[in-house]
């Protein structure tokens, strides 16, 4: 079971670069989110999906833009990279609330460097 | 008023210690409770979640929560090297029709052999 697989799992980009951070889980959860987790700030979120075709802004989402066309795939972007964006980032799902134990699970992180 | 509170650490203790981990939270509509466990350069991974008041078992470890105090903590009974990582208290409920998800910013436990 591949559970949440995120790619890349490492990346440097320049400043002003685009990239796309590509979140894929085979649970069939309704839920994803993106999340960044910095030094002395814990995990803090940026965008999430409560279904297919839907996404709502976070705590941080300044910066980054969210696709969800797919139930399984949820697609974190950056239009213009920059060095405050320098961060390890996680993709989660999980079920509604209520169901199978409001288990949020998590890919293994993305480690971006903005130089 | 922070809506959860955790003690950062780091928190370093011998072998076979028992760890006693710990966060507040301020919010009333939370309702389920877990705590993660993430090595260094991972995801998180849940350890145990519970949604009552009381203590909840799963081998070393125990979770506690106090809905009345709005306390909870995690237990961890003969501590092993393998412990070591850094453990988040989170919290999830449903505030103005809306499902809120809320983390700790973690605690560093360093169990030393």
């Known amino acids: 079971n591949a559970g949440v697989t995120q790619t890349p799992k490492f990346r440097v980009l320049k400043t002003g670069q685009s990239m796309t951070l590509l979140c894929a889980q085979d649970?069939?959860?309704?839920?994803m989110y993106w999340y960044r987790q910095d030094p002395g700030m814990g995990l803090r979120l940026i965008h999430y999906?409560?279904?297919?075709?839907?996404?709502a802004k976070g705590e941080v989402p300044d910066g980054y833009n969210v696709s969800r066309l797919k139930k399984q795939n949820f697609l974190l972007g950056l239009e213009s990279a920059a060095p405050s964006q320098t961060s390890v980032y996680f993709c989660?799902?999980?079920?509604?609330?209520?169901?199978?134990?409001?288990?949020?699970?998590f890919g293994e992180g993305s480690w971006l460097t903005v130089v | 008023q922070k809506e959860v509170e955790q003690d950062p650490g780091p928190l370093s203790v011998p072998e076979g210690a028992i760890v006693s981990l710990n966060c507040t939270y301020s919010?009333?509509?939370?309702?389920?409770f877990m705590w993660y466990r993430q090595y260094s350069r991972k995801g998180p991974e849940l350890l145990m979640y519970?949604?009552?008041?009381g203590n909840k078992e799963d081998g070393r470890f125990t979770a506690q929560v106090d809905k009345s105090s709005k306390y909870i903590s995690l237990f961890i009974r003969d501590s092993q090297p393998s412990d070591s990582a850094t453990y988040l208290c989170?919290?999830?409920?449903?505030?103005?029709?809306?499902?809120?998800?809320?983390f700790g910013k973690g605690t560093k436990l360093t169990v030393n052999p």
């Open positions: 989660a799902s999980s079920p509604r609330q209520g169901y199978s134990g409001n288990t949020i699970y």
């Open positions: 649970m069939n959860h309704e839920y």
């Open positions: 999906s409560v279904g297919e075709g839907t996404t």
């Open positions: 919010n009333s509509a939370f309702q389920y």
């Open positions: 519970t949604y009552s008041s």
């Open positions: 989170a919290w999830r409920g449903i505030q103005g029709g809306s499902e809120k998800l809320v």
